[in-house]
């Protein structure tokens, strides 16, 4: 018999019949456990009686991502699945079976670095033990006691590929499981899943460069490779002490004894492609949403599609729904007449501009910009700023010119925080001044009708959120540039030492002549000012001298908008990690606010109490839209009008899964073609590795499938920290698993 996962279900089927050709695999692990726990690595027992698995809840299977792993079995002539293991380790994984009842895995349970993992036999019925063999991350016992030991890095070869350095898989061997020793050892490459055939040892070897099967006997003589060298790397090989099986880019393949070569095992599935089937979202999960300028109407983004929805609820309109295709950072124009996207239709990103009234789509600029990180739209409708991973860019929405404004150095990060000014002739932004991480950024600011740009900060701090006043006077963002330290108290400790919370809120008038509008005491400028009536002229020389701050206290502000007749922050309270500071305190720990500065009076309203999810504000600033649960509400920020819901679950959308999956592998193949650290992707023909492992598409049946592959198309690479980490629910990583700090044990009698 033969087991084995495919479509994130265990099944079962003969080998004679995969032979042949004619298995049909029946499915005998439907519900993999509790939480949506997915299956990898199933083992049968000796019998064929038992079958035991991994479940791994939350990440992907990769070892060490996501949550925690357990070992699960079940009869196979019915019965409840039974989990074995509470260890809630990320390494735990099953290797096989020492006898009917005792399952063999792996795991670092109850040491201190999970980077390396232990071998435990576990009963069906009882306690673990651990298998004295030392660190392992493979264990095979033949019948007269021998035992191979494989050792290797948390990951498998695949993700990491002919990767030679000092965890790269090793091979050791025991005659009783007493001493070990090193075999193989001059061969080199990353060998990996030592397993038993007869009395040879079969392992998993990438030494001339291509994962393959071989075979040799225990001294290292008769090497023999099963099998040419593919295109795909030979994976998880096991063995029942005799056969041989692998996999190979989803294809499985079996060694007979006394074979050189392997067969490909030809299986049906019973019920197979379930996870193809269309799928029916619904607009709750919606990833975002943009208000118009006058806040009556938005659109949401609901896995690569857009749809218009007025804000007082109604039926919402399809605005981009194109099979295999993604749109993203939508933009609405005034009176919802057009939405404006970045959407990669046809296989590279570009602009559409969606008119509203029936027109088709203009699709701009698709190929020639790169990855997208942010896209604004001028209120007058006739330019677009698109800031990529390198370039600022503006778009006429008419012609499709593109005109760069500003390159960056791709290790300092792109430009954020694009805003336009009321009039469309001037555009803000802030550009990032050392590499990421660095933390210091400066606002500039370009005149587009000639092209110059200007400083509005020097650099020195972290400088974001530029946003224009709605009367166009004024640039406001927001600096971390208040260094106030703290230091020891009176007792002469150090634990209070450091910086109280150092952002502020800043603006700049764009009127050379125009005065502050905050007390004098903060500076002041020419006596021939402009009256309020006069139309304001931009004056780009000496903008950082003119800079001044709000009289407000410095706090841990972000994401600054303007507001009708200000502006408004978030305003995060400080807290400590651990949350030590406010535990025991009565009442809900303090929440974010959305807070305004009305610059007329100086008056600071709470716009939001509990300001937890997304929020916009309407062009116009007089519109607040804020994120709760499935509905967007609109809230006016003046004295007069009523607070709209727009129910976000309205918006149905039907998918096709397998179109999704060819859209999600070219987008993870253009993010490493336009951000791998080196632009010749280390001389690797990225090209030609997209497509070989575009081909293997069609055999997929679930997402996770889709991990897989785009982690081993990552794997031509060569390097680490390449690859997919998977977002479990709510858009949130999946958390590490948590102890208790104590090892429970049942006592006699229990």
């Known amino acids: 018999m033969l087991t084995f996962v495919a479509e994130d279900r265990v099944w079962l089927t003969s080998v004679a019949d995969a032979l042949a050709g004619t298995a049909t695999a029946r499915c005998v692990v439907e ?17 064929a009686t038992r079958l035991a698995w991994t479940s791994v809840t939350g990440g992907n299977t990769v070892a060490l991502r996501g949550g925690s792993r357990e070992v699960w079995v079940t009869e196979l002539d019915g019965g409840r699945p039974q989990q074995l293991t509470h260890w809630a380790d990320r390494n735990t994984a099953t290797c096989g079976w020492l006898s009917d009842t005792e399952v063999l895995a792996r795991s670092g349970y109850g040491r201190a670095a999970d980077r390396r993992a232990w071998m435990f036999a576990v009963p069906v019925a009882g306690p673990p033990r651990e298998v004295p063999c030392g660190p392992a991350a493979e264990l095979a016992v033949r019948a007269d006691g021998a035992q191979l030991v494989g050792t290797m890095t948390v990951f498998e070869p695949v993700y990491w590929k002919r990767y ?108 197979a492609g379930r996870n193809r089937l269309p799928r029916t979202w619904s607009g709750s999960t919606a990833a975002g ?94 330019t677009a700023a698109v800031a990529t991973d390198v370039r600022l860019l503006t778009v006429d929405l008419a012609s499709g010119a593109l005109t760069e404004l500003v390159r960056t150095d791709q290790a300092h990060g792109p430009c954020s925080g694009l805003a336009f000014s009321p009039g469309s002739d001037l555009l803000a932004w802030a550009q990032p001044t050392v590499s990421k991480g660095g933390g210091r950024s400066r606002i500039r600011l370009a005149r587009l009708a000639d092209g110059q740009v200007a400083d509005v900060t020097r650099g020195r701090f972290q400088d974001a959120s530029p946003a224009f006043t709605t ?31 150092g952002v502020r809120p800043h603006l700049v008038p764009l009127d050379g002549r125009a005065p502050s509008p905050f007390d004098a005491s903060y500076g002041g400028w020419l006596e021939d000012a402009p009256s309020a009536s006069e139309t304001v002229t931009a004056d780009l020389e000496n903008l950082p001298e003119r800079v001044v701050p709000f009289p407000v206290e410095a706090g841990t502000y972000e994401s600054l908008v303007a507001i009708e007749g200000g ?27 959305l807070v305004g500065y009305r610059i007329a009076d100086g008056s600071r309203p709470t716009l939001l109490e509990k300001a937890v999810g997304p929020y916009a504000v309407a062009a116009n600033g007089g519109r607040l839209a804020y994120r709760a649960g499935g509905a967007v509400h609109v809230k006016p920020l003046g004295d007069d009008g009523t607070e709209l819901v727009a129910d976000l679950g309205a918006i149905q959308v039907e998918t096709d899964p397998a179109a999704e999956w060819g859209q999600m592998f070219d987008e993870s193949w253009r993010l490493v073609r336009d951000r791998y650290w080196r632009a010749d992707v280390d001389g690797v023909d990225w090209p030609s590795i997209g497509a070989r492992y575009r081909k293997v598409l069609d055999r997929i049946g679930c997402s996770h499938d889709l991990f897989d592959v785009i982690m081993e198309m990552h794997g031509e690479l060569s390097v680490s920290h390449v690859g997919v980490f998977f977002i479990g629910g709510q858009g949130r990583p999946a958390p590490p698993p948590g102890y208790l700090g104590a090892d429970l044990a049942p006592t006699a009698g229990d």
């Open 31 to 47: 519900d993999a456990g509790p939480g949506g726990a997915r299956v990898s690595l199933p083992r049968l027992n000796p019998s």
């Open 164 to 271: 030679r350095g000092g965890c790269a898989g090793k091979i050791w061997y025991s005659p009783d499981g007493k001493t070990f020793e090193p075999v193989l050892r001059s061969l080199g490459g990353n060998l990996t899943n030592p397993v038993w055939a007869g009395s040879r040892m079969a392992f998993l070897s990438d030494h001339e460069g291509v994962g393959a099967l071989y075979s040799a006997e225990i001294d290292g003589s008769g090497l023999r490779r099963h099998g040419d060298l593919g295109e795909f790397y030979a994976r998880n090989a096991t063995s029942d002490g005799n056969h041989v099986v692998y996999e190979q880019s989803g294809r499985l393949f079996l060694l007979a004894p006394g074979s050189d070569q392997p067969v490909r095992l030809r299986i049906r599935l019973a019920d």
């Open 289 to 382: 949403f943009a208000l118009d300028p006058a806040g009556r109407h938005l659109v949401a983004e609901v896995r690569g599609t857009l749809h218009l929805l007025p804000a007082e609820g109604g039926e919402p309109r399809p605005v981009f729904a194109v099979p295999g295709a993604r749109a993203r950072l939508p933009v609405v124009t005034e009176d919802a007449t057009t939405v404006v996207c970045v959407s990669d239709q046809g296989g590279e990103e570009g602009i559409d501009v969606l008119a509203q009234d029936g027109s088709p789509a203009r699709r701009l600029a698709h190929g020639e910009l790169g990855r997208a990180r942010e896209l604004v739209v001028a209120p007058d409708g006739r």
């Open 471 to 501: 009367d166009g006077r004024y640039l406001a963002f927001l600096s971390g540039s208040t260094l106030d330290p703290t230091g020891p108290n009176l007792n002469g400790q150090l634990q209070q030492a450091g910086f109280v919370p």
């Open 567 to 593: 502006v408004a922050w978030l305003d995060r309270p400080s807290h400590g990690v651990l949350g030590e500071a406010t535990r025991h305190a009565p009442g809900p720990p303090p929440m974010p606010r």
